[in-house]
């Protein structure tokens, strides 16, 4: 597979996130419908913070295991775990100070960004997660297609082009109802920042591969996606729609489980 083939991959599988985008746009003036869009939304997190960690878990276990019979180094498994703990630790600690300078920052009523409703900052946050998720996504596209696997690359592309589709949802579900809504440049940007990524990634995996690199990219989105979760859960509660917002948290994580077995039945 040529370098522009490969690079076509990758962009394709980054801009099936701008599918979900329009959502941001709905004005859903209903309560219900807005809590169920929320819930929704935070099931389909919950999936990725679960898909994030497991994969960036998998190459420190297997260092680990490696060390323990012998065939490995101590030093890798000590190594990898602390890209794991540190990239998490610093990313969901510098979102929260981020968050209490921004509080600052519109309490005093400087700045662009404190223009921005509480949605549009949540979205911001959640396209930053994941543009950090489908990073590590483009390594393993252009991983693959560097060491000759390029059935496992296309696959991996149509998996990860489906896990995108829902993403762009995500990202765009704290605004929906908002008035007025997002711009549509807004939306492209948000779109940008989320599906980004994965081209780049494609772009670096195809000429170095790195399971360090990968593992810091994952704990650095599973650390983001966390913190939104947290926030979304209290969105959520202030709903006080217990059951709706239950249902809809489920039907997240079916949605988001959905497309990663779909990815497995075809050999991703």
Known sequence: MSTAQTLALGAIAGAT????LPAGRVQAT??????????????ILL?????????????????LTAAADGTGDWSRFIWLGALLAGGVGLSLMALVYYDQWLCRRRASGGGRSSKRSAGAQLALLIATGIGL???????AIGQ???SGETSLAIVLVVGFALHNATEGFGIVAPMAGE???PSWPFLLALGAIGGGPTF??????????????????????GGSILYVLLELLNVNRA?????????????????GFGTDFVLAAVGG
């Not at 999936?47 to 260092?63: G, M, N, Q, T």
């Not at 780049?200 to 990219?217: C, E, I, M, N, P």
């Open 239 to 255: 709903f006080d729609m217990k059951p709706l917002v239950t249902w809809g948290l489920l039907g997240g994580l079916v949605l």
């Open 179 to 181: 008035s007025p809504p």
């Open 30 to 43: 209903s309560l219900r419908l807005r809590a169920a869009l929320s819930a929704l939304a935070t099931g």
């Open 200 to 221: 780049f990634g494609t772009l670096l995996g195809q000429a170095w591969t790195s399971d360090a690199l990968s593992v810091a990219f994952l704990a650095l989105a």
């Open 47 to 63: 999936f990725l913070l679960w898909d994030v960690l497991s994969h960036a878990v998998d190459p420190v276990e297997a260092s």
């Open 133 to 139: 998720h489908n990073f590590a996504e483009g390594l």
């Open 17 to 20: 996130i701008l599918l979900g």
């Open 144 to 146: 693959s297609a560097a």
